[in-house]
Each structure stands twice: as C-alpha cells, then as structure tokens.
C-alpha cells in the first residue's frame, strides 16, 4: 500500500512563480492536512479537509489555496511564491477526526 | 490557535536507560491526542496515541501519561535504543484538526 504520495520530492521555485503541491492518498481517508515544517517551529497547519468538496484554513494560511475535488486528492497551491514559503511541506490524512494522521514524506521548497 | 509546547528541545540518553519526553498542551477542549516519531528526511510516524477519558496506555515500549488537570502529556520509551534517535512531536486535536509542538530531538548514546 502506498499510503500518502507527495509529488515532487524537492523544488527550487522563483519568487513570484506560482506552483502546486501534489498529495494523493489510497486509504480512502476522509480527512486530509498540509502542513509546513520549519526549524524551531515545528509542523504548522495551512489548510486542511475534513471530506471531499470541503476545506478550511488552519493557522498559517495566507499564500496557499487547497481544493478537494475528491476523495484521493488533496493539493496545495502558491499563486505567488515569497522567499518565507521556503519550508518543507508534509501531506497527511486520517479517516475522520479523532484518529491518528499518516504523513507523506514532505516536499522540500525553496524560494529564492 | 492552538498551542502546544515542549519542556525540553533536547534530551541525550544512555543506551538502555528510560526516556521521558515531556509536553503541554493549551486547549481544553483537546480530547484526543498522539506522539509522533520524525527521523532525518522522513514524515511524522505515529507511535502512540491516547484519548482524554484515559490517563494512561501502553504499547511496545512506550508508554503515554496524560494528565488533564495541569494538560501535560508525556512519553516514556523504556530501554530506549539507537534506532529511538530521532525529534518527537506531540500533537493534539480538539476535533478535525491536528495541532503540533515544536518537538523534542533525542539522542540515544551508545
């Protein structure tokens, strides 16, 4: 079983280019979560999507869109990158709220 | 938002020995919550998980305390080995989402 796939592994971006973030899960999960992971800050919430059609904003959103067009599916989208959004990026989902999260193996973006 | 942090960022252990690595958490409303293990290059991994109508559950080798009267969370790995290096999150979930510490990095010293 696959699990939670992100695409791509890495990625040097240009400040002011935009760029989508791919997760794909295969357990049929209904919730999923982008987080961002920095230095000293831990695993912080962007957005998240508790069953397909629905998203909300968790703590640090601004700069990112999500949509959830179906269950399997979940990307993050910078419509213009800024040098802060360097950070790695981890996927993850649980089949509802209250259960454990399963992680991607994150996506490292840099800014520059 | 939600606030979760950590005693200690670094804890070294001797080989064999037990670790604890502590964690508090703001919310009340948290009911549910879970410690994940992080090793270099890799996603979050779960390890244990406790819910708030517990204090106490065990797995292999671990051990998760939850006191809810001061919201502190702890994680007891027993005859802690060099494969349990690695920076350990704690995480809780007042509903649908998953707030996180800043983790606490492990050294195991052979």
């Known amino acids: 079983t696959a699990g939670i796939t992100q695409a791509p592994t890495s990625q040097i971006l240009a400040a002011g280019r935009s760029m989508t973030l791919r997760c794909t899960q295969d357990?049929?999960?209904?919730?999923m979560y982008w987080y961002r992971q920095d230095l000293g800050l831990g695993l912080r919430l962007i957005h998240y999507?508790?069953?397909?059609?629905?998203?909300g904003k968790g703590e640090v959103p601004d700069g990112y869109s999500v949509s959830r067009a179906n269950t399997d599916d979940f990307p993050l989208t910078l419509a213009s990158a800024v040098p802060s959004q360097t950070s790695v990026y981890f996927c993850?989902?649980?089949?509802?709220?209250?259960?454990?999260?399963?992680f991607g193996q994150g996506t490292r973006l840099t800014v520059v | 938002g939600e606030s979760v942090g950590l005693h200690l960022p670094t804890l070294s252990v001797q080989e064999g020995d037990n670790s604890i690595i502590n964690c508090a958490y703001s919310n009340s409303a948290s009911d549910y919550f879970i410690w994940y293990k992080q090793e270099s290059g890799k996603g979050p991994q779960f390890i244990i998980d406790i819910r708030s109508n517990m204090d106490k559950r065990q797995g292999q080798r671990v051990t998760v305390l939850l006191n809810k009267t001061v919201k502190h969370l702890s994680l007891q790995i027993a005859a802690t080995q060099p494969g349990d290096s690695a920076v350990y999150f704690c995480?809780?979930?007042?509903?649908?989402?998953?707030?996180f510490g800043t983790g606490t990095s492990l050294t195991v010293i052979p």
């Open positions: 357990m049929r999960h209904n919730a």
């Open positions: 999507s508790n069953t397909a059609g629905t998203t």
């Open positions: 993850a989902s649980s089949a509802t709220g209250g259960t454990e999260a399963f």
């Open positions: 995480a809780e979930s007042p509903g649908n989402q998953f707030y």
